[in-house]
């Protein structure tokens, strides 16, 4: 079956780094996208960026462009989320979802969700 | 980027009532907008992809319409596992996507 594993709860200062890892099985990695998501406590779902797991190649949010970088490692199936220069507000929970094939922007499997909380 | 608006934010509802929720984008998208379902605690689910499409295994009771900037969601019958958030998500093909705000249904 269709499964992805994300890493577990991070906890980052103010202007930290981290990096979130969505570990896969269960289809064929290279023939999909992966999108990333994340959801403030209470608040709704933003949709953060997407990688294209064939070509890497990458689009972002607008409000993320220069401190998120998607990528991923075809070998293992994985794909990373990093986010730089982390505020407070970046306090979410983040997931990884698949992009339907043949209909990359529906999202189909999630990710179990990663907490990052930033707090001084 | 694409901005959606999502009405109304939350409603309180019955069972067996038909709900409907809208959504709009602030320039036309074609029929690029999904619908999605959440509960606490939960990864978000499909319901609808491409506005009307409904999602492999995902009740009758669950319909979508619309097109350009103006969108609905409706359950028809509603269910106590339907009591959830309900998001739409345009991508206008690429290459960005936008969730609405979201409508909580609860129970009246």
Redesign the interface.
């Known amino acids: 079956q269709v499964l992805l594993v994300q890493s577990g709860a991070e906890v980052k200062k103010p202007g930290a780094s981290v990096r979130v890892s969505c570990k896969t099985s269960g289809y064929s990695f290279n023939a999909h996208f992966m999108h990333w998501v994340r959801q403030a406590p209470g608040q709704g779902l933003e949709w953060m960026g997407r990688i294209n797991a064939n070509n890497g190649d990458t689009g972002y949010a607008q409000k993320f462009q220069g401190r998120l970088t998607m990528t991923r490692d075809t070998s293992i199936s994985t794909t990373y989320m990093d986010l730089t220069r982390l505020q407070s507000d970046d306090t979410a929970v983040y997931y990884c979802a698949r992009g339907k094939y043949y209909d990359f922007w529906s999202l189909d499997y999630w990710g179990q969700g990663s907490l990052v909380s930033v707090s001084s | ?1 694409i901005q959606m608006t999502q009405s109304p934010s939350s409603l309180s509802a019955s069972l067996g009532d038909r709900v409907s929720i809208t959504c709009q984008a602030s320039q036309d998208i074609g029929n ?1 907008l ?1 619908w ?1 379902q ?1 509960k606490p605690g939960k ?4 319901l609808i ?2 506005a009307t499409k409904l ?1 492999a295994g995902v009740p009758s009771r669950f319909s979508g319409s619309g097109s350009g900037t103006d969108f609905t969601f409706t359950i028809t019958g509603l269910q106590p596992e339907d009591f959830a ?1 309900y ?1 739409c ?1 345009q ?1 206008d ?10 409508t909580t249904v609860d129970m009246k």
């Open positions: 980027d690029f999904n999605y959440q990864a978000p689910k499909v992809t491409d999602e958030t998001y998500q991508y093909n690429g290459p960005r996507a936008t969730f609405g705000p979201g």
